[in-house]
């Protein structure tokens, strides 16, 4: 009876030990810290530092190791190691429709590897999303308004503005509602800075579908993502949609785009696009005009526009460079302010892109890349792959990449929207 009474005694002892209990003392401490260990053997700080290291595109792979690895890869403290020791890299995201009705994708253009991007929570009544934007804060991508349809609303065969924003953690996986802007909009010119703030200006109701028409508007707002709080600024000279904007330091730039529309024969509308642009002094809150940057008859409308960042994260140290897409060209803007701005020859696409095919174009890791779906059928089964042409503007060379985007339609770039995380 004695052997068994300190049987039970040790086993109790045990038990506690293994749940962290006051009864074991020094045992059970060093059994506890071993079973929070991250990586046997090594210190927590070296082994996140060493989690951070890895590529974002193998999180998902890695959080199914242990439960620590979860918790530590699931952590925000990892990116902000990442950042600090110099451990980021850019991601493409793209959301080729719908996000409530086709998740999007992230694409790491180093490995050539797809993540996907669960479904943003969809509204019953409401359908056929299209023409919002998307802005990245961080680890954290928003989606902005746009242009739907409303089952509610007559007739049901007009688009209506949204007003609607969703943010999604790239951390935690999952979608949240946030607070919705002032003026609903699709067709808006957006942009990031300082890491909390975004900028949305212009905009109107015009859907995918559909030619000229719809509303056109001026308004400009900020909302910071710390208070969830949306913001009037002043409002553009003029209205715009269908524009192009991007944050420069401590000016937010928005260029080209259409107001009011014409009239061919008096009977067939046209938009009547823009050749100029605007900048809002983030700090001063007013607006300068951008004098117009190429001649009549050059080229009808802006073509797809990105930044080149290099240098700092603070706007002194940065440098930027601004590319344009248009046609099979890249043009540079050689100055931009308010006194010349043209648009200078960059450089030719390799492959020429068909006039009936939409690309894509996105700044990543320092360089230009140009995608063009290419579609094949093979023994009665569709494949959708794309061709990636990517320009190096410093050593001004080119190389091409091939990817499988893991979406169930074909890509068309022109309601696709795409945005770039720096993680």
Known sequence: MD????????????????????????????????????????????????????????????????????????????????SQWGKGEDLLC?????????????????????????????????????????????????????????????PMDRPTPSSAVFCYDLVRLSWAPRSPMLTPRGSFACGACGGSTIVVAGGGSRHAQFGVGGSRVSAVERYDSRSDVWEAEKGLPEVRAGCTGFVLGDDFWVMGG?????????????????????????????????????????????????????????????????????????????????????????????????SNLSCGFAALNG????MMPSTSHHQKSYTMKLIIQVYNPRKRSWRFLHTKPPFQNPLDFKCAAMCTIHL
């Open 94 to 154: 793209v959301f080729p429709e719908d996000p409530s009705l086709s998740p999007g994708g992230l694409f790491d253009p180093r490995r050539c590897v797809w993540s996907p991007i669960h479904p943003m929570p969809c509204d019953p009544s409401r359908y056929g999303l299209s023409n919002f934007g998307c802005v990245a804060l961080g680890p954290t991508v928003y989606v902005l308004g746009g242009s739907l349809f409303d089952a509610r609303t007559f």
């Open 367 to 370: 360089q230009l890349h140009v």
């Open 3 to 82: 052997r068994k009474e300190g049987g039970e005694k040790e086993m109790q002892q045990e038990q506690q030990q293994e749940k962290g209990g006051g009864g074991g003392g020094g045992g059970g401490d060093g059994e506890e810290e071993k079973q929070t260990l991250i990586i046997p053997g090594l210190p927590n700080d070296v082994a996140r530092l060493c989690l951070a290291c890895l590529p974002f595109s193998h999180h998902a792979r890695l959080k199914c190791v242990s439960r620590s690895w979860r918790s530590a890869l699931s952590s925000r403290s990892l990116f902000d190691i990442r």
């Open 258 to 354: 259409y107001g009011l529309y014409r009239t061919v024969s008096g009977v067939f509308p046209v938009d009547d696009y823009y050749r100029d642009g605007a900048v809002l002094g983030l700090e001063s809150g007013q607006w300068r005009e951008i004098l117009p940057m190429w001649e009549e008859g050059e080229r009808s409308r802006l073509g797809q526009v990105v930044v080149l960042r290099k240098g700092g994260d603070d706007g002194a140290s940065a440098s930027w460079a601004i590319f344009m897409l248009d046609g099979c060209f890249i043009f540079r803007l050689c100055r931009f302010d308010a006194v010349s701005n043209k648009w200078l020859k960059e450089s030719t696409l390799p492959k020429k892109v068909p």
